[in-house]
């Protein structure tokens, strides 16, 4: 297994502080390499005849690119001190944001993005940035947050309908990854499925149901997501993760986010869907902005290898069953 490669965007309002120390304990126990991506910001350029205003221009370029170095090697450094296995490596293009952090995952296959919640979910000059980075990532997003769990709990959380192949491969990556991740780290995982997702209106209002046909077909729904979770709870136990499973009303990203304050977890695993089945993946950033807990996102498109690897039986077994 390689060093991962972890691709940290900084923006202006961003410093690296005690926010992101569950984030770095986990890559620092994996010697992880850390890329600081910040865009320099410098006049624009002049494409002009003389010699000498190119030569000019060529060093305020330069001297600019230096001194956001700097500032990236003194953030750097204040890290290192708490996280010395860490190792550091700076970028800072002309490009927007989104366009370096592209480029430089395609360019280092990289494992991680790193990033603050509330970015994206806050109303700060960046938010639509991060955003725009969260909505394009190729590779799983951690968003940090402030909050201090309460429990050592990770949740996982599969939101997508059940009767659809191409969303139960996807749920099959997060459970994957959320037991590793939990086995690893010698923590309780919780599965969670949200039922009905707020269709008892539907029933209601457009297929005239009363109100004792809806709760039998609420009972019948609940209890075929609780027998899928479970068949998944198997294949989590078997990478080492103390696994329990529950069926919630909360199908919403909003419900969701109001659970996770209850029960406090460590981390929240949920996935970006890029086909809108997902209700988490169609309301990402209602999740970072209400969850009390960081959260890994998964984005549809990916496979995250093997940077929550703690064993590979689940992903056996699992790809076993596809088979």
Not at 12 to 26: I, M
Not at 54 to 77: G, N, P, S
Not at 166 to 189: C, K, M, P, W, Y
């Amino acid at each position: 297994m390689h060093d991962p490669n972890v691709i940290v965007p900084i923006f202006s309002s961003q410093p690296l502080d005690q926010q992101y120390d569950q984030a770095f304990a986990f890559l620092n126990a994996r010697n992880a390499t850390l890329h600081l991506v910040a865009v320099n910001n410098t006049p624009a350029v002049i494409h002009a005849d003389s010699a000498e205003l190119r030569d000019q221009q060529a060093q305020i370029l330069k001297m600019a690119q230096y001194l956001k170095f700097e500032t990236l090697d003194r953030m750097a450094v204040q890290v290192q001190q708490r996280f010395p296995c860490l190792r550091f490596e700076y970028h800072a293009g002309r490009e927007l944001m989104v366009q370096q952090v592209q480029q430089l995952t395609h360019k280092l296959s990289a494992d991680l993005l790193l990033l603050p919640a509330h970015l994206a979910a806050s109303d700060c000059a960046e938010r639509d940035q991060a955003a725009s980075l969260i909505s394009q990532a190729s590779v799983p997003v951690w968003a940090v947050s402030a909050a201090q769990p309460d429990s050592g709990m990770i949740l996982g959380a599969l939101d997508i309908p059940v009767n659809n192949r191409h969303a139960d491969r996807f749920n099959r990556i997060l459970v994957i990854t959320a037991s590793q991740l939990a086995a690893g780290q010698g923590v309780e995982l919780l599965l969670l499925h949200g039922w009905m997702n707020g269709n008892e209106q539907f029933l209601k209002k457009w297929l005239r149901l009363n109100e004792m046909d809806i709760a039998r077909i609420s009972r019948a729904d609940k209890q075929q997501r609780l027998s899928y979770l479970k068949d998944y709870a198997q294949a989590a136990e078997l990478a080492g993760a103390a696994v329990r499973c529950q069926v919630s009303a909360a199908g919403s990203a909003e419900a969701l986010a109001e659970l996770c304050n209850q029960l406090s977890p460590q981390l929240v695993v949920a996935g970006i869907s890029q086909h809108g089945s997902g209700t988490l993946g169609a309301n990402a950033q209602q999740l970072l902005s209400k969850a009390n807990a960081d959260v890994l996102l998964i984005p549809e498109a990916t496979q995250p290898g093997n940077l929550f690897a703690a064993q590979r039986a689940a992903d056996v077994k699992l790809r076993n069953k596809e088979t």
